[in-house]
């Protein structure tokens, strides 16, 4: 029987997990890293997890072999039906008692429906929105944990030692009772993209009614970003605007300022 030296298992090793879990990494976790394609495992293991104390497992048997109890298994793979396909999966693998954690973008109600799938089977679930993008997964995410309570007391002290902090304080509490983890990263989303569409018409007057260049509008949002509006939107806006082109121009495209978000963090194409 394999050794139990895991504190966590994050099943699905695309940008967000392997981020996550090198975040965990960093805190003093020690994580069981699988995947469904299991060769990503050993990439990620020679590579990013290289000299780390990560762990990697080949089948879900492994990886649950390695985990210290109550387990925690957090899964971060494409929401819906590869949720439930890992869920259905684990069930018989489990004790009652371990704990099932979604960290991906579900509806709010296939959280609550799993909730009590999992109740019925005796096993904890948590649906957690997370936020913040690869940057936030890797160096401090805002995290917004719901489902069953009693699972709690065993993740708090993983998620608020990841999560981001603000004034010290971790950017990271329970939320509620069922789908509330993801009923709040909805609500969360809702007030992103309505702010990012105010952003948006407020190029496009600048832009097309003013007849205002980037470098002049950069300046309006850094004015901005020092009174009542200051906040990251308001100021990645203002870097955006003020973002050269490597080849010494400025981005040109006729873009919404979303694609403009894109430019600067995978460079203007
Ligand atoms: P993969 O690497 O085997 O494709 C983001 O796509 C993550 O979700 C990846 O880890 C991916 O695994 C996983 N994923 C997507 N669809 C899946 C499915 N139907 N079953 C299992 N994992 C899935």
Redesign the pocket.
């Known amino acids: 029987m394999a050794e139990q030296v895991a504190d966590i298992a994050l099943i699905?090793?695309?940008v967000m997990?392997q981020n996550l879990i090198l975040n965990m990494n960093d805190h003093g976790w020690v994580v069981c890293a699988y995947?469904?394609?299991t060769e990503?495992v050993d990439k990620f293991l020679a590579s990013e997890a290289k000299d780390t104390k990560i762990v990697g497992a080949h089948s879900l048997q492994e990886m649950v072999a390695k985990l210290k109890k109550p387990r925690r298994i957090m899964i971060l793979?494409?929401a819906g039906?590869?949720v439930d396909?890992?869920i259905d999966k684990l069930i018989p693998l489990l004790d009652k008692g371990d704990i099932i954690i979604d960290g991906g973008n579900s509806e709010y109600q296939d959280t609550q429906r799993r909730c009590q799938q999992l109740a019925e089977k005796g096993l904890l679930y948590v649906g957690s929105g997370v936020s913040g993008g690869e940057e936030g997964a890797r160096f401090g995410p805002s995290l917004m944990p719901g489902g069953h309570k009693e699972a709690w007391p065993h993740i708090k002290d993983i998620f608020q030692s990841i999560c981001a902090k603000s004034d010290s304080e971790p950017c990271c509490d329970w939320v509620g009772e069922d789908g509330a983890g993801h009923y709040v990263k909805m609500v969360h989303n809702g007030i992103e993209y309505g702010d990012m569409q105010l952003i948006c018409e407020a190029y496009h007057l600048m832009k097309t009614g003013l007849g205002m260049d980037c470098d002049e509008m950069s300046e309006v949002f850094t004015k901005w970003n020092q009174g009542e509006l200051d906040s990251f939107l308001i100021e990645i806006t203002a870097n955006i605007l003020k973002f050269k082109d490597t080849d010494g121009t400025l981005c040109q495209q006729d873009c919404v300022i979303c694609s403009r978000f894109y430019a600067v963090e995978r460079g203007c194409s």
Request: charged share 20%.
């Open positions: 699905g090793l695309a997990g995947n469904r394609t990503k793979v494409k039906a590869a396909g890992f």
